[in-house]
């Protein structure tokens, strides 16, 4: 009876959401709900239901653990997902085909159901050749993942100032205490998570892990130095941007260090952690939401411009048809005529070519959401693999290094950002003042 009533709620409002926002109107957003309602189910199949449910795959010899029954389930989520958004992706390079981005979205929904279920009975060979490919996908995903970031830290200063100024030139200073706020809360992040790095992973005959966290103090502070003079003197970059940068780089340092194998530098070895889990569940979040509304942003002004163009091309025809001699009235009712079948012509050509035009701002989002699909793959798993016993991280120097080498690749990109305009300013004129 309990379970009954439960179900019927969650029905009702998972239909009442699909209802509004699988519509037309703004697809972006009904794939992002897709997105997170299957992820949702992934969690919960992992860290609740892993040692309640026989799994139709657990039956073999690969899986005899609830931690292996967990990750089979993630693993099978994630590849549902990846060719639910590569299918996507795939599609929308064919021209013509641009509907399919928001057609029938609660259909496509039901049909990824169907496919997520039916992979709970393909055996778990297939699934450990899958774990392989989701790595080398997730570091993609990272380097996405930083991109975006930098963009997204970047646009968000920018809000804020934007907002902090009214129309008439007054300052609202709410908005810059808020921005203090953001600023002071990121940093007090940091300096815990640098202090627990050298308190968990670090200490005698620990170079590597040593060096890694003095690294990322270094780096931090460039970084602040660089966004607070890049903010100063109208260049791209703000304090807050760089609070971002390094918030994201500590959390990288964290999560690279707590898959160290080294047990005499890894006092948490032998922990199962899923705040590195949940952390970087929002930081993804995060990001393909920003993600989404930029290329939903970035879709409409195509649109915008492909309307305007016919727009232009019609104005020009009426224009044209004007100058027709007044006097032959029936010569100049049979060239209207004529205007009229060939203008409907030519804007028919024109509609034609511009729905055959590749949405290259749609395709780039469903591969951004295929990376991310085998991102959780690994996030959900601790970057273990199917045969795993425990629900701890993977720890192995692989794991680190992807983390690392992503930590400064996010450095890197950042920094680049701010000095490629200041050496070459002839093609950064609007970011300098």
Not at 155 to 179: C, P, Q, V
Not at 192 to 220: E, K, P, Q, S
Not at 269 to 296: E, P, R
Request: aromatic share 14%.
């Amino acid at each position: 009876m309990c379970y009954s009533l439960i179900g019927s709620c969650l029905a009702t409002c998972c239909c009442s959401a699909f209802g509004s926002a699988f519509g037309e109107a703004n697809p972006f957003m009904g794939h992002l709900l897709i997105f997170f309602v299957t992820c949702v189910f992934a969690m919960v199949a992992k860290f609740i239901l892993e040692k309640n449910i026989e799994w139709p795959y657990t039956s073999t010899d690969v899986c005899n653990t609830d931690a292996c029954a967990g990750n089979g389930a993630v693993f099978r989520t994630s590849f549902g997902l990846t060719c639910f958004f590569a299918t996507h992706a795939l599609l929308l390079m064919v021209p013509g085909c641009k509907i399919f981005h928001g057609f029938a979205m609660f259909l496509k929904f039901c049909l990824l159901c169907a496919v997520i279920i039916g992979c709970f009975w393909i055996d778990n060979d297939f699934f450990e050749g899958y774990g392989d490919f989701a790595r080398v996908g997730s570091a993609f995903w990272l380097i996405i993942q930083t991109m975006m970031l930098v963009a997204w830290g970047l646009d968000l200063n920018d809000g804020i100032i934007a907002r902090g100024t009214n129309d008439e030139g007054e300052a609202n200073n709410s908005y810059y205490y808020f921005l203090c706020c953001i600023v002071l809360t990121f940093f007090g992040l940091e300096i815990a998570g640098c202090a627990m790095a050298v308190d968990y992973f670090g200490g005698d005959g620990c170079h590597r892990n040593n060096t890694f966290v003095a690294f990322t103090i270094i780096l931090t502070i460039i970084t602040y130095i660089a966004g607070g003079y890049a903010g100063a003197v109208g260049l791209q970059g703000s304090i807050l941007s760089s609070a971002v940068i390094s918030f994201y780089t500590t959390y990288l340092l964290m999560t690279g260090l707590y898959s160290d194998p080294d047990h005499s530098c890894n006092s948490q070895y032998h922990k199962d952690n899923d705040a590195y889990v949940w952390v970087g569940i929002v930081i993804s979040t995060t990001v393909l939401c920003y993600g989404a509304m930029s290329f939903q942003r970035t879709a409409m002004v195509n649109d915008d411009l492909a309307d305007i163009e016919v727009a232009n091309k019609k104005k020009k025809k009426e224009n044209k048809s004007t100058l027709l001699d007044q006097a032959e009235d029936d010569a100049e009712e049979r060239q209207k005529k004529e205007d009229e079948l060939e203008e409907a012509r030519e804007e028919a050509e024109d509609r034609a070519e511009a729905s055959s035009v590749i949405p290259w701002s749609y395709v780039k989002f469903h591969v951004a959401m295929t990376f991310a699909s085998l991102y959780v793959c690994m996030l959900f798993t601790g970057w273990g693999e199917l045969s795993d016993t425990s629900n701890a991280f993977k720890h192995s120097n692989v794991t680190v290094w992807v983390n690392i080498l992503t930590q400064w690749a996010t450095f890197a990109f950042y920094l680049w950002s701010i000095v490629f305009p200041l050496c070459c300013p002839d093609r950064f004129e609007d970011t300098t003042a």
